[in-house]
C-alpha cells in the first residue's frame, strides 16, 4: 500500500473545523480507507480542534491549525498543529462519569473520546505550535 | 444538520436529526432542540440519520435529557448507527441517554 500524506491548513472559526471534517472524508474517500478508520480519525481531529477553539488561548489573529493525514499499513497517522497558546490536551485529568442525567456535566468528553480511539497519543510544542500526534488502527 | 420536530402519539416530541453531529451540526440544532426541551415532555431522538457524532453534540443531547429529567419526561435516542452509538457508549452515556431500536420500543418505554 502506498504511503500517501496530505497536508492542509485551516483557519480558527466553526465553519474551518467544519472545513477540516470535510476534507477529511475526502481524503478517506481518495485512499479507500475504512469507515471505521476514517471515522475515528475524524472525531480524534474534531475533538483537537473544538479543544482548540473552546480552550486555546488566542496569540494572533493568524492563528491556525494544520492538519496532515498519513495512510498506514494498519490505519492512519495524524498530525494535529494549532498555533495557539501552549496546552497539552493529553494532560488534563478525565472527568469521573456521572450516575444521573441529573447530575451529568454536559461538557468533557471530548478527551475521553481522543484517548479511547487514539493510540501512541503524544503533545509538544515546539515554540510555534502545540503538536499532538495519534494513529487509528484499522 | 438537519432537524425536523413532529409529535410522537400522545407521548410527546420526536426530534429527527440528519447529518453530522460535530460543531457545525451542535450550532444549528442548539436553539430548536433547547425550545422543545424545555417543554418537559418525553422526548424520541431519531438518530438514524446521523452519520457523525463529536462530543460538542453529545453536549447538546445531554443539555436536553437535563431538561426533559427536570420533568416527568423520558429522554431517548431512537436507532443511532453503529458507530455513533459506540460513540455513546465510550462516552459513558449509555445509561444517562437510553438507546431504543424501534418506534415500538420506544413507546413501551414511554408508556412504561
Not at chain 1, 57 to 78: N, P
Not at chain 1, 79 to 91: V, W
Not at chain 2, 35 to 47: C, E, H, K, L, N
Amino acid at each position: 500500500m502506498a504511503d500517501d500524506v496530505e497536508t492542509r491548513r485551516f483557519g480558527m472559526s466553526c465553519s474551518d473545523v467544519a472545513a477540516i471534517d470535510d476534507w477529511l472524508e475526502r481524503v478517506g474517500a481518495r485512499w479507500g480507507a475504512s469507515e471505521r478508520t476514517m471515522f475515528s480519525a475524524r472525531l480524534c481531529v474534531a475533538e483537537l480542534a473544538a479543544n482548540t477553539l473552546e480552550h486555546g488561548m488566542a496569540r494572533t489573529s493568524a492563528d491556525h491549525i494544520v492538519v496532515t493525514v498519513r495512510r498506514l499499513c494498519g490505519g492512519v497517522a495524524v498530525e494535529y498543529l494549532d498555533s495557539r497558546a501552549p496546552f497539552d490536551p493529553t494532560g488534563v485529568p478525565v472527568p469521573a462519569r456521572a450516575e444521573s442525567i441529573e447530575s451529568a456535566d454536559p461538557t468533557g468528553r471530548g478527551l475521553t473520546l481522543l484517548r479511547a480511539y487514539a493510540r501512541d497519543l503524544t503533545y509538544s510544542h515546539d515554540g510555534t505550535y502545540n503538536r499532538v500526534m495519534l494513529t487509528i488502527s484499522s | 444538520m438537519e432537524i425536523r420536530i413532529s409529535e410522537f402519539g400522545n407521548h410527546g416530541k420526536k426530534v429527527t436529526l440528519v447529518g453530522k453531529l460535530d460543531i457545525a451540526g451542535a450550532e444549528s440544532i442548539d436553539l430548536p432542540l433547547a425550545t422543545v426541551a424545555g417543554t418537559r415532555q418525553s422526548i424520541v431522538v431519531d438518530m438514524m440519520g446521523v452519520d457523525f457524532i463529536a462530543s460538542i453534540g453529545i453536549r447538546h443531547l445531554v443539555m436536553a435529557a437535563k431538561a426533559v429529567a427536570r420533568g416527568d419526561g423520558k429522554f431517548l435516542l431512537l436507532n443511532p448507527t453503529p458507530l455513533v452509538t459506540e460513540v455513546l457508549i465510550t462516552a459513558g452515556l449509555q445509561e444517562l441517554l437510553p438507546i431504543v431500536r424501534s418506534e415500538d420500543e420506544a413507546l413501551a418505554v414511554l408508556a412504561g
